[in-house]
């Protein structure tokens, strides 16, 4: 294990860098597709018509964001809990 130690430390780092981008990339698609539903019902209340596409207000993306952000704060920490403690032992090299 001691010899290990440099491995783990370099996937730990490595880890952490990647795991940001894809938390980033994975939050942007949660909020479109939670905010979708929300869009498609603002816009015919605003127009009046189903469009194919639509302009989604930032507010609208802010409260989507807020609502992701609120789960993961939320429940986060008992689903990271089950998957990397009670399902599989997670580590930086195993992943």
């Known amino acids: 294990e001691d010899q290990a130690a440099p491995l ?3 996937f730990a780092h490595l880890q952490v860098m990647t795991a940001c981008y894809v938390a980033f990339a994975h939050g942007a698609n949660d ?15 605003k127009t009046g018509s189903v469009a194919m596409q639509i ?17 993961l ?4 920490s008992r689903v990271m809990e089950t ?13």
């Open 8 to 10: 783990q430390s370099f």
């Open 31 to 45: 909020v479109a597709n939670a905010i979708g539903p929300l869009a498609a019902i603002f816009s015919v209340v």
């Open 55 to 71: 302009e989604v207000p930032v507010w609208m993306l802010a409260i989507g964001g807020i609502a992701v952000g609120g789960g």
């Open 73 to 76: 704060f939320a429940f986060g």
């Open 83 to 95: 998957i990397g403690g009670k399902i599989t032992e997670v580590t930086p090299v195993r992943g």
